[in-house]
């Protein structure tokens, strides 16, 4: 099982490389860096705070474990 600690760090990661994109894409889509970035944070907060609790969740289920 992974530690809270882990699960943090690994959602955090994933929530930078989701802002990343998400910025690419909302200046590709609108044309304006500071619209594509608002929507890119909007994206990685919620992202953020829902992967951490999907990976708390699926971390307390023993289901499919060796």
Do not use: C, H, P, Q
């Not at 760090?9 to 909302?26: E, P, Q």
């Not at 044309?31 to 969740?57: C, H």
């Amino acid at each position: 099982m992974d530690s809270a600690l882990r699960s943090f760090v690994k959602s955090v990661l994933w929530a930078a490389i989701g802002f990343v994109v998400m910025t690419i894409v909302g200046f590709v889509a609108t044309g304006s860096l500071s619209v594509g970035g608002a929507m890119a944070a909007v994206n990685t907060v919620v992202g953020l705070a829902t992967y951490l609790l999907y990976e708390r969740v699926w971390a307390r289920i023993s289901w499919g474990r060796i």
